[in-house]
Every structure is written in C-alpha cells, then in structure tokens.
C-alpha cells in the first residue's frame, strides 16, 4: 500500500545528522528486546540512544517537524563518524498499533522497524515470572499461577475490562501475544520490506546468525559480528535478596544513560550481581514448585486462534520468512 505523503516526516531540515538512518527495535515485550538491542547497540555504525526504553511515541507529542526531530534526537548519544543508523528498543510500541506507526512516520520519514516475537503462553509466563519476583505490580505478585491462568483464559473471550486490577492486567498481557491485530496495523502504513520479523528462538538458538542476518539488512558491517561475545541481558532468575533487587533495578533505571557509555563496566557489575543475588530458574509458581504441564497447556490453547491468524499474515506478507516451530503446528 502507498504511504499517505501527509503522515511523512514534517519539515525536515538539511542537517546532516537527518541522512542518517533510524532503526526501532517495536516489539513485543518480554521476547528479548534487551539482549538484542545490546548486539545491534555494540555496533560501530550504530548509535544507540541512551536509555534502550525511550518510549518516546506512545504519547502524541506536542512539537511538531523539525522541534520534534530535534527533541527525539536528544533521547540518542552523540553520533560518530562511523555511525550509520541510530537505534532504539521501546517493545510497547508495537501494541501502540497504527496511532504509534503514524507517529514514528511523521518524525522519521521511513524508518526501519524490528519486531521480535516469541511463543505467547512463553511470553506471558515470563512475565508473570518476572513480575513475582520483581514486584512491579503487587496484586498480581500475590496471585497463584493456577488463579492468574483462569484470567487470562477469560480475557481471551471477554471485553477489555475498564478498571485497573488483576482482571485488566491479564486482559492487556494476553493482548501482547496476540500479534496479529497490531502487526496489521503496522503493514498498513510501511511496506514489508520497512520491517524485519524475528523470534526469540533464533535469539537463543544462533544470535550471531540473526545479527549477521539484521547487520545486513541494516547495511552496516554484518563482519564485526564474527567475533563478538554474545551474552544474555534482562535474563529471568530467581533473586535470593528481594530487597537487593529492588535497589538494583532502581540503581540500572537511574544510571542506564550513564552505563550504556561504558558497557565494560556494566558487564563487570551485572556480572558480580548475579554471583551475589541471582540464581537461574525454570517456570516456577513458587519456591521450590514447578508450574504444572497441565496449566502450560491450557494457556497455549488459548493462543491457538491468535497464533493461526499471526501463520497466515506472516506467510501472506512475508512469504520468504521461516517461521517459528510454535507456528508450524
């Protein structure tokens, strides 16, 4: 579909630093966004911004053209000679749909966009793993598994639930495995070629395949990548000390800009972390108790509709792209 030359970037001003590319990592959350913005990010020719979740689209901005090019520009760090293509990670913006694709046209002209998806009823477990133990939402923290799990099935067949509260928290994390919707959205305003899919299997299976594959894809060096150390960010883990957590992440959201300057020293200090506090787990429901096949099972039906609808878009719109095991079935 030809884009509306209306929505296209406003204004643009010759600035140099505007023939420079724009990379947005959109998509979705909990699907390894963190460890590959970190590949992409190490990347000479790329300049990341300065935190990976700028978020910058998922509010109508007030600036328009060039005032609002100039505000994105500052969410990035000072580019190089060398760079190429500025890169950002914010996953929430593939559930913002088409107001969100909008947005990035009118700033960005076309920019390049990444979606990493992964295994719904995966995604969503890690979520709730993630939010057990973090503690982001303490009302769903406190719910068993086998309770949270019977929400999610009755938001897959129900409205969306206006009130804020565990019933609304397992309707919008079901939404963010039901791919397709929003996807759509997306394929209405950039053509297919504006958007590389991936999945989280390939991240965890091969990354240096998968960057080789995006490095080309974004035109920069796909070379830097043959002997590059790759290690896993954001990682799901049982904490032995909550509390400590808690300071940590507090700590990582204060100083992000700060450390994505000095990745050595983050590397170093995440690495003593997890020696102090941080212990590797499968599904879990609760100490020492693993979430049951059976409920696995139950939440994978569930996205056996989304799932089917997410086959024939990818297969109808990217009839070259190998899909993911958990779509071949």
Same mark, same amino acid.
């Given at each position: 579909m030809a884009i509306d030359p209306t929505i296209l970037r406003e204004g643009a001003h010759p600035d140099p630093s505007n023939d420079l590319g724009f990379a947005?990592?959109?998509?979705?959350?909990?699907?390894?966004?963190?460890?590959?913005?970190?590949?992409?990010?190490?990347?000479?020719?790329?300049?990341?911004?300065?935190?990976?979740?700028?978020?910058?689209?998922?509010?109508?901005p007030t600036a328009k053209g060039d005032e609002l090019l100039a505000q994105y520009r500052q969410v990035?760090?000072?580019?190089?000679?060398?760079?190429?293509?500025?890169?950002?990670?914010?996953?929430?913006?593939?559930?913002?749909?088409?107001?969100?694709?909008?947005?990035?046209?009118?700033?960005?002209?076309?920019p390049k966009l990444i979606l990493m998806l992964r295994e719904p009823a995966s995604r969503l477990l890690s979520y709730w793993r993630?939010?057990?133990?973090?503690?982001y939402k303490d009302d769903v923290a406190k719910l068993p598994i086998p309770r949270y799990v019977e929400l999610v099935e009755a938001a897959a067949s129900g409205t969306e639930p206006k009130e804020p509260g565990v019933a609304r928290n397992a309707w919008l994390q079901f939404q963010r495995?039901?791919?397709?919707?929003?996807?759509?959205?997306?394929?209405? $305003?950039?053509?297919?070629?504006?958007i590389f899919i991936c999945s989280f299997d390939e991240l965890r299976d091969d990354s240096r395949h998968l960057c080789v594959r995006l490095a080309t894809w974004l035109e920069v060096d796909p070379g830097f990548y043959t002997n590059y150390t790759f290690t896993v960010e954001n990682r799901t $883990?049982?904490? $032995?000390?909550?509390?400590?957590?808690?300071?940590?992440?507090?700590?990582?959201q204060r100083f992000e800009p700060w450390l994505v300057e000095r990745p050595a020293?983050?590397?170093?200090?995440?690495?003593?972390?997890?020696?102090?506090?941080?212990?590797?787990?499968s599904f879990t429901a609760g100490a020492g108790s693993s979430i049951a096949p059976e409920l696995i099972e139950r939440l994978t039906a569930v996205y056996d509709t989304p799932n089917a609808e997410l086959r024939h878009?990818?297969?109808?719109?990217?009839?070259?792209l190998k899909l993911p095991p958990w779509l071949n079935h």
């Open positions: 947005i990592i959109a998509g979705a959350n909990k699907c390894g966004t963190t460890s590959l913005f970190r590949y992409l990010a190490d990347h000479p020719s790329v300049c990341p911004s300065r935190v990976k979740e700028t978020d910058f689209f998922l509010a109508e990035f760090r000072a580019p190089t000679a060398a760079t190429t293509t500025f890169l950002e990670a914010s996953p929430s913006y593939l559930m913002g749909g088409g107001p969100v694709a909008d947005r990035l046209l009118r700033c960005l002209g076309r993630t939010n057990r133990q973090n503690l495995g039901y791919y397709a919707p929003k996807i759509s959205e997306y394929l209405i $305003r950039f053509p297919p070629e504006a $883990r049982e904490h $032995r000390f909550r509390r400590l957590q808690k300071l940590a992440h507090r700590f990582n020293l983050k590397r170093t200090l995440r690495s003593l972390y997890e020696r102090l506090n941080e212990q590797r787990t878009l990818l297969s109808t719109r990217f009839p070259s």
